[in-house]
């Protein structure tokens, strides 16, 4: 559902739902009506695509959070890193997996990586006990969770109760939610990938504290984390354009450098930002007992 | 691990827990003889109960069983007594007023405890086997939703359960000797949504919990009962500890994304064959 920025005119500016099929309703307004849109977090490469093939058109719209390119790559560079070589993807049957499914077996190709198991099962009634079984019984080195629903809890479980010891690499979502994870067996790595975490930087830090005494929990690191970087974002093209129109504002987002949570955020021609680099580049957490810690990439001690 | 074999002891566990449930809404289709579609709230409901007790302290799977059950019942009543028995007449309205109860208990649920999963430490596994394990959760379930329905079973071949079978069968003459036929079914409605919650309880630690999370247990809770008929109790536990084998079997040999599909298109296929349900054939009716 889009909404705007009090300060500004009432259709100059929006920002995105969640989910890629309802961005595209309100990339077509976006084309049409002229609002700068910030999508958040619906990876889907489509909508950059849209970018690229019909740059007038769709100009309007930008992308904050990773796509799943990126997202693969983010994953695959840490798990390069630990050295797998055997790994098993399972989640959800939704494009959006498929998707991810692909770049990432491209991406971990790099790192000499292949999957000895894959599995996709159906959000409405998942047939858990079958997948963990066969995931178990493959062995992996490392497991990649794509659900960001609360199924992953009920997942993780299942392969824990199963004697899975393989760590497992959740893209991020319920997951990420320290209410969740603390009630999961930790016997085993569970990792998470974030967009930011906790410590991670100044800003990120100032984040997750604010963010906790407002709502009583800790951010998940992506669904809460990047809408805020996007509204933060869109206030400061706003500012760096000195004007409120649209085409101000589209052009100063392409120029630009902007700082959010996560980290630097530029945009590239598809009007993508640019992760994986030094400036932003997410974050890989571990959870133990009373709490999570970075593991990717390490945070520098200052 | 052994894989087949730990795939039909899974099954079998779950299977069991939609068995306690199925068994509840086969009462309340056999003796209020209405469909409920609250029932899944009931499962839902039993499961936040589990995970409330959690937050205290209390993790053990079979501690919310008895406060899940007393809780449910009391809705289950007060739902049968206020809007079931005066509505009855009208299925269409029994439909939409029971759905409408179990949105609005979604949308409590949410407002309590939000509209993230929440979820309860899963113990260890009980014990290993031959390179089976034996889930805790899973051995509980399986002994509680046995023990009560052949409780069940054992009362409706009771002198105390021929009223509850007289009502199933020939609700006017039930009437016509003096039973009183409203009161029966409003307290057969709490213990079947009593049953519900009970489900819910025992799968808590398993699952992650939502407030949606009743509505497939729902969906194939009415599968059982209307492949199994609402006759024989066995037969339903057979029928749901059956299906839970089928998903499993079909998801690990197959695709698990297509497993609930098959489950589904091998009822449609049983109903063709059998509309009457499976149990049309046995000797002896337990209702």
């Known amino acids: ?302 | 691990m052994h894989p087949f074999a730990q795939i039909l002891l899974d099954g079998i566990f779950t299977g069991s827990t939609y068995a306690l449930m199925a068994a509840g809404l086969a009462l309340i289709l056999g003796v209020v003889k209405v469909v409920n579609l609250s029932h899944g709230a009931f499962f839902s409901l039993g499961a936040y109960i589990a995970y409330v007790l959690s937050t205290k302290g209390v993790s053990h799977p079979a501690a919310a069983v008895l406060p899940a059950a007393l809780i449910a019942f009391a809705f289950g009543v007060f739902l049968g007594k206020s809007f079931i028995n005066p509505v009855r007449s009208h299925p269409f309205s029994v439909a939409v007023g029971t759905l409408g109860f179990a949105i609005l208990f979604e949308q409590a649920a949410q407002m309590l405890w939000g509209p993230h999963p929440v979820s309860i430490g899963a113990d260890p596994p009980w014990a290993v086997a031959s390179g089976v394990i034996v889930r805790r959760w899973g051995a509980v379930s399986l002994a509680a939703s046995a023990g009560i329905l052949f409780a069940l079973a054992l009362f409706l071949r009771s002198r105390w359960g021929l009223p509850v079978k007289l009502i199933a069968e020939e609700e006017e003459i039930a009437g016509s000797v003096g039973m009183d036929v409203e009161k029966i079914r409003y307290l057969t409605f709490g213990f079947a949504s009593a049953a519900a919650a009970v489900a819910g309880a025992l799968l808590a630690p398993a699952t992650s919990i939502t407030p949606t999370m009743g509505r497939v247990p729902l969906i194939l809770s009415l599968i059982v009962v209307i492949a199994s008929g609402m006759e024989n109790v066995l037969f339903l536990f057979l029928l749901a500890v059956g299906l839970g084998l089928w998903s499993n079997a079909f998801a690990f040999f197959l695709s698990p994304q297509w497993s609930y599909v098959s489950l589904l298109a091998g009822i449609c296929l049983l109903l063709l064959l059998r509309p009457s349900g499976l149990s049309a054939t046995a000797p002896g009716r337990d209702y």
Do not use: C
């Open chain 1, 1 to 302: 559902m889009a909404f705007t920025l009090p300060e500004l005119p009432y259709d100059t500016t929006a920002l995105e739902p969640y989910l890629s099929a309802e961005t595209f309703v309100v990339v077509e307004v976006a084309a049409a009506r002229k609002p700068v849109v910030m999508v958040p977090v619906a990876a889907t490469a489509e909508i950059t695509d849209l970018v690229r093939r019909e740059y007038d058109r769709y100009r309007y719209v930008f992308r904050v959070g990773y796509s799943i390119p990126q997202w693969a790559e983010m994953m695959a560079g840490f798990i390069g890193r630990q050295g797998f070589t055997r790994y098993a993807f399972v989640g959800a049957g939704i494009r959006w997996n498929r998707e991810l499914t692909r770049e990432l077996k491209e991406a971990l190709t790099r790192h000499k990586a292949a999957p000895v198991y894959e599995a996709f099962y159906s959000s409405r009634n998942p047939a858990f006990e079958s997948v963990a079984v066969a995931a178990v019984s493959e062995a992996p080195q490392i497991l990649v969770l794509g659900d960001p629903g609360g199924n992953s809890a009920e997942f993780v479980k299942r392969v824990r109760e199963g004697g899975g010891t393989f760590p497992i690499l959740s893209v991020g979502g319920a997951l990420g939610d320290a209410r969740i994870a603390s009630t999961l067996p930790l016997s085993a790595p569970l990792y998470v990938q974030a967009a930011a975490w906790k410590g991670a930087s100044e800003a990120a830090t100032r984040y997750a504290e604010m963010f906790e005494r407002r709502y009583g929990y800790a951010p998940v690191g992506y669904s809460d984390t990047l809408p805020f970087d996007a509204a933060t974002l869109l206030f400061q093209a706003v500012r760096a354009a000195g004007r409120t129109d649209s085409d101000a504002v589209v052009k100063a987002l392409e120029a630009g450098a902007f700082r959010g949570v996560a980290g630097t955020y530029r945009f590239d021609a598809s009007h993508q930002a640019v992760w994986g680099t030094p400036e932003l580049h997410g974050n890989v957490i571990r959870w133990e007992q009373g709490g999570a810690r970075i593991v990717f990439p390490v945070p520098e001690k200052r």
